[in-house]
């Protein structure tokens, strides 16, 4: 059965700093894909990043850029000169691509952004 | 603003009822998904459709059904209503049917079950 997991439940960033979340992945999959949702007070979960097994070049969008460690399963999300409207929940998520489709989203990393 | 609707905002109700939620998809969208949040958790995936047709199944409990109709618009009916029921329920959806499609937010339906 496929497992997501990330380690730290809450984490803080001084602003303009950088910060690193990680998320580990259990899986017998070949491929699949790997998303970071973030979820500010408002609730609402929007995508910050996907990223599919297959493609190994790490994907990017803006300040926010992954490690993609597949031997590792490893799925780590930096967000570079943080902001304050970076303050969120930030859920690591894993999708099948195949066969009986399977979401799963990890139990999140509470990120306090400083001013 | 995601496109994704949902009604209603927020839900009160008493132990042992039936509540029906509804979800309109953005517009070209074919895909609906559903999750529960619990309180301070992470989502825990529900049930897809995709162009009236179910199309995936997560954890959902055998009290709780959905559908989706031909204009694309779905319902979650969660019935005999239990405490721990109570959450936030997403629904979201996307272009096509695979995984990684990018899956778009309704602004949830906080459900209280007293």
């Known amino acids: 059965a496929q497992t997501v997991t990330q380690s730290q439940p809450e984490m803080s960033v001084q602003e303009a700093e950088t910060v690193t979340l990680s998320c580990t992945y259990d899986?017998?999959?070949?491929?699949?894909?790997l998303f970071w949702y973030k979820q500010p007070p408002s609730r609402q979960m929007i995508l910050v990043i996907r990223q599919e097994a297959y493609k190994q070049q790490n994907a990017t969008e803006n300040r926010f850029s992954v490690n993609f460690q597949k031997a590792a399963k490893s799925f780590s999300l930096k967000i570079s000169d943080s902001q304050l409207g970076d303050t969120a929940m930030y859920f690591c998520a894993f999708s099948t691509t195949s066969g009986t489709y399977k979401y799963i989203f990890g139990t999140g990393t509470r990120l306090k952004v400083l001013a | 603003d995601s496109g994704v609707t949902q009604t209603p905002k927020h839900l009160i109700t008493a132990t042992g009822q039936r509540v029906t939620l509804r979800c309109s998809p953005r517009?070209?969208?074919?895909?609906v998904y559903w999750y529960q949040q619990s309180l301070d958790q992470g989502l825990q995936f529900l049930i897809q459709y995709y162009n009236g047709e179910e199309r995936a199944k997560g954890n959902i409990l055998e009290r709780f059904s959905a559908q989706q109709f031909p204009d694309l618009h779905s319902e979650l009916n969660l019935s005999s209503l239990e405490l721990g029921d109570s959450a936030l329920y997403f629904c979201?959806?996307?272009?096509?049917?695979?995984?990684?499609?990018?899956?778009?937010f309704g602004p949830g339906t906080r459900l209280t079950v007293l």
């Open positions: 899986t017998s999959e070949s491929n699949y894909y």
């Open positions: 517009s070209g969208d074919l895909s």
């Open positions: 979201a959806s996307s272009v096509g049917s695979i995984g990684g499609n990018e899956q778009f």
